[in-house]
C-alpha cells in the first residue's frame, strides 16, 4: 500500500512537471500543444545521439535540454505568429492544428531516423529504504530534481518581475498591456521555458524507464490530462494535480490493471470540466 | 498653450470597418486636468483607445512629449509615460493589492515609496493589501485601477469613466482623491458621463457627441453654456 503511494507520488511528479509546461503556454496564448510530449523525446534523443557519441552524460543532458528550449523559441518565433494573431477559437484551433502538426513531423523523423533509439540514464547503487519500502535511487533523484525545478518555478512565478508579468498576462492580457507587458516577448521566452520542461520530463523519467523515440503522444496525452485537472495557466495546480494523478494511475494499476490507467485518467479530466472548469487551482476565469 | 504633453490630430476609429470616432483633434498641456465629456455610446471609449494603442486608429495622429506615437502598441506607449485607466479597469483578479501595484511598475520593480505615495492617496488599499484584486469591491476595484496606473509615474494619466459602477458618494471620493493628484502636479485627461464631476476637476473640456467634438471651451464656459446644461446638467 505505502509502496503503491510512493510509485504513485514519483510518477505523479513526472505528470506535474508535463503539465507545467503545457498549461503555462496554454494559459498564456491559448495554443494547445500537442506537440508538448513529443519535444520531451527530440530531447531524450538528442541526448541519447549525444551520449553514443561519447559525449559525458552530464555535457549531453545540458545540451539535450537545451536544444528543446531554443526549438520552443523557434517553433513560437515562426508557427506561432499567425495563431496569435487570431482571436478566439480560432486562434486555439489554429494552434491546436499547427502543433499537431509539430508532433506529426517529429514523430515521423524519429521513427524514420532513429526507430530503437532510446534514452536511459541509469543511476548506480542499492535502493534506499523510504518508510520501509526500497526506492530506487534514479527515482529518488528524478523526483528530487522535479521538485527542486518545481519549486523554483513557484518562486519564479511568485516574486520576479518576470513571473508576475506572466501572470498577469494569463489572467488579464489588456490588463498586462496597460502595465507595460509586451505579451509577445512573455510567450516567447514562456513557450521557450516550456520546452526546457519537455527536456527536464525526458531527462527525469529516463532514470526509472526507457524513453523511446515514440513515447511523444501517450506523454502528451498525460500533459493535457494533467494540465486540465490542475486549471490551466497554474503552475501549482499542475504539481497539485499530477501528484494527485500520479497516485490514481499507481492504485488502478495495482488494483485493476494498467489497461485501465489511460481511461482512469481521462475520468478524472472530463469530471474536472464538469465538476470544476477552471481546474482545481485555475488562474484563468 | 504652446507645450502640450498630448496632442491628438484627425483621429479616426470605429470597428468592423466603420468609424465611432471622426476626425477628433485635442490636446491637453502638461500639467493641465482636461475632460472629455459625453453621454454613453459617443465614443469617448474608442477614442481613448485608439489614443493609446489598445485599437489602430484608422487615421490621425498622436504625438507625446514631442514623440510620434501614432500606431505604437499599447505597451510602448504605457513606457513612454502615457497611462491608461480602463472603464472595466482590468485588475489581475487572482493577485494581490500589492502585486496588482507591483504591476503597474513594469518593467522596473516597485519601488517603496511608489508604493508609499499610491497607500496615502488611497488609505483602503493598505489595509486590503494582501487581498485578491477580484474580492474586492467596485469602488475599491477602481482606486487599485488608478493606483496601478500611478505606480509607473505617468506624464500622463488618461482616466475612462472612473466613476463606473460607484454609487454617488464613493463617485464624490474618487473625484476628491483625483483632485489630490491634481495638486500633486499630475497631468490628467478624463472622460466622464457625470458630468459635474468632471467639470468641477477639469481645466478645459471637449463635449463629444456621435464621436465628434462639437464644443470646446474651459470648464466654466462648458458649464455656462446652455447646451451643455440643458443635455448633461439637467438645468
Same mark, same amino acid.
Given at each position: ?12 511528479? !513526472? ?35 549525444? $551520449? ?26 515562426? %508557427? ?5 494573431? !487570431? ?12 502543433? %499537431? ?28 529504504? $523510504? ?7 534514479? /527515482? ?5 530534481? $522535479? ?65 523511446? /523515440? ?23 495546480? /499542475? ?26 485518467? %481521462? ?19 | ?6 496632442? +491628438? ?9 466603420? @468609424? ?13 486636468? +482636461?475632460?472629455?465629456?459625453?453621454? @454613453?455610446?459617443?465614443?469617448?471609449? *474608442? ?6 494603442? #489598445? ?7 498622436? &504625438?507625446?512629449?514631442?514623440? =510620434? ?29 500589492? =502585486? @496588482? ?11 517603496? &515609496? ?5 497607500? @496615502? ?5 493598505? &489595509? ?6 477580484? *474580492? ?32 454617488? #458618494? ?9 483632485? =489630490? ?8 485627461? +478624463? ?24 464644443? *470646446?471651451?474651459?470648464?466654466? &464656459?462648458?458649464? =455656462? ?11
Amino acid at each position: 500500500m505505502t509502496a503503491v503511494v510512493l510509485d504513485g507520488i514519483v510518477l505523479g511528479l !513526472q505528470f506535474a512537471i508535463l503539465g507545467a509546461g503545457l498549461t503555462l503556454v496554454y494559459g498564456l496564448g491559448g495554443v494547445v500543444n500537442l506537440a508538448h510530449g513529443q519535444m520531451a523525446v527530440f530531447s531524450a534523443i538528442v541526448i541519447a545521439r549525444l $551520449i553514443d557519441h561519447g559525449v559525458s552524460t552530464f555535457l549531453a543532458v545540458m545540451i539535450g535540454i537545451a536544444a528543446v528550449g531554443v526549438l520552443g523559441l523557434l517553433i513560437d518565433l515562426s %508557427l506561432m505568429k499567425p495563431v496569435y494573431r !487570431q482571436k478566439g477559437e480560432s486562434r486555439v484551433l489554429l494552434g491546436l492544428l499547427l502543433m %499537431l502538426g509539430v508532433g506529426f513531423i517529429i514523430d515521423g523523423v524519429l521513427e524514420w531516423k532513429y526507430p530503437i533509439e532510446a534514452l536511459t540514464i541509469r543511476i548506480s547503487g542499492d535502493p534506499i529504504p $523510504i518508510l520501509g519500502v526500497n526506492m530506487r535511487r534514479g /527515482s529518488l533523484i528524478a523526483s528530487g530534481i $522535479i521538485v527542486v525545478v518545481g519549486a523554483s518555478l513557484v518562486l519564479f512565478f511568485r516574486f520576479t518581475t518576470f513571473g508576475r508579468a506572466t501572470r498577469s498576462v494569463i489572467q488579464d492580457e489588456r490588463g498586462a498591456r496597460l502595465c507595460g507587458v509586451n505579451p509577445a516577448t512573455v510567450r516567447t521566452v514562456i513557450f521557450g521555458l516550456s520546452g526546457v520542461l519537455a527536456g527536464v520530463v525526458a531527462v527525469t523519467r529516463a532514470m526509472s524507464t526507457p524513453v523511446v /523515440s515514440t513515447a511523444g503522444v501517450d506523454l502528451t496525452i498525460f500533459a493535457l490530462i494533467v494540465a486540465v485537472v490542475g486549471g490551466l495557466g497554474s503552475v501549482s495546480g /499542475s504539481f497539485f494535480a499530477g501528484i494527485l494523478l500520479g497516485i490514481v494511475n499507481t492504485f488502478s494499476a495495482f488494483y485493476i490493471g494498467t489497461y485501465i490507467t489511460t481511461i482512469v485518467l %481521462l475520468l478524472a479530466a472530463a469530471l474536472t470540466i464538469v465538476l470544476r472548469p477552471s481546474g482545481l487551482l485555475g488562474e484563468k476565469p | 498653450m504652446t507645450d502640450h504633453l498630448l496632442r +491628438v490630430e484627425g483621429l479616426s476609429a470605429g470597428y468592423l470597418g466603420e @468609424n465611432v470616432v471622426h476626425d477628433v483633434s485635442l490636446s491637453v498641456g502638461k500639467g493641465e486636468v +482636461v475632460a472629455v465629456i459625453g453621454s @454613453n455610446g459617443a465614443g469617448k471609449s *474608442t477614442m481613448f483607445k485608439a489614443i493609446c494603442g #489598445l485599437q489602430r486608429a484608422t487615421s490621425g495622429t498622436v &504625438e507625446f512629449a514631442h514623440a =510620434d506615437l501614432t500606431a505604437k502598441k499599447a505597451h510602448a506607449i504605457v513606457r513612454a509615460g502615457m497611462v491608461y485607466v480602463p472603464a472595466e479597469r482590468h485588475l489581475f483578479p487572482h493577485m494581490s493589492v500589492r =502585486d @496588482n501595484l507591483a504591476l503597474g511598475a513594469y518593467p522596473k520593480r516597485p519601488r517603496p &515609496e511608489q508604493i508609499e505615495f499610491v497607500f @496615502n492617496t488611497f488609505p483602503r488599499l493598505k &489595509e486590503r493589501a494582501t487581498q485578491h484584486a477580484g *474580492t474586492m469591491s467596485g469602488g475599491e476595484q477602481q482606486m487599485l485601477a488608478v493606483g496601478r496606473a500611478l505606480m509607473s509615474s505617468p506624464r500622463l494619466l488618461m482616466l475612462d469613466e472612473p466613476t463606473t459602477g460607484l454609487s454617488p #458618494l464613493l463617485a464624490s471620493e474618487a473625484y476628491a482623491a483625483l483632485t =489630490d493628484l491634481r495638486a500633486e502636479g499630475l497631468t490628467i485627461l +478624463v472622460a466622464e458621463q457625470q458630468v459635474p464631476l468632471a467639470l468641477g476637476l477639469a481645466d478645459r473640456g471637449y463635449v463629444l457627441d456621435h464621436g465628434r467634438i462639437e464644443l *470646446t471651451g474651459t470648464a466654466q &464656459e462648458l458649464a =455656462d453654456d446652455p447646451g451643455v446644461r440643458k443635455a448633461y446638467l439637467g438645468v
